[in-house]
């Protein structure tokens, strides 16, 4: 898994980040690799980390709340075509249902309770993308190309 190293990303081409330039933090090493690909990638026309919020209800704690996903990105893909994406970085094992042991655990209670708020995160995040024009994705490690 992620490994929970944080700090600063400093951009090598600022103008390129939407947000504040000087404050870009990365919350795993996963997502410092991507903000180095979007920096360093012409292809990339722009990009943020945790700059929009979206909102979303929490059935766990049952209220309403505001997701920042991991990163915003304005591509020219190979057709030239100009898209934007709003990605999600996650371990593999966190984007399926928890396997049910023989006896819950609270564990298992947590992995369950994170999981379900994720969905509903992903699901508005789906939903304010289509209503934008945009797309989302989740990468994982396989995305990534990170082995472990």
């Known amino acids: 898994m992620a490994s ?30 991507f903000m180095v690909f ?10 943020a980390s945790e700059e929009i919020p979206i909102s979303y209800y929490d059935p766990v704690y049952k209220k309403a709340r505001k997701y920042f996903p991991d990163f915003y990105i304005k591509v020219k893909e190979q057709n030239n075509v ?12 966190q984007t399926v249902p928890p396997k049910k042991p023989q006896r819950q655990t609270k564990r298992y209670i ?8 994720n ?3 992903w699901e508005a995040a789906k939903e304010w993308c289509a209503d934008r024009g945009y797309e989302f994705k989740i990468f ?3 995305e990534l190309n990170i082995k472990y």
């Open 140 to 142: 994982t490690e396989q």
């Open 38 to 47: 979007c920096d360093n990638n012409e292809n990339i026309l722009e990009w």
């Open 110 to 117: 947590s992995e369950v309770y994170e999981y379900t708020r």
């Open 82 to 93: 100009i898209k934007k994406y709003i990605i999600e970085i996650k371990p593999k094992k």
């Open 4 to 33: 929970s190293y944080k700090g600063i990303y400093k951009p090598s081409y600022p103008e390129k980040y939407r947000g504040n330039s000087k404050n870009v933090i990365y919350r795993s090493l996963w997502e410092r690799k």
């Open 119 to 121: 969905q509903m995160k």
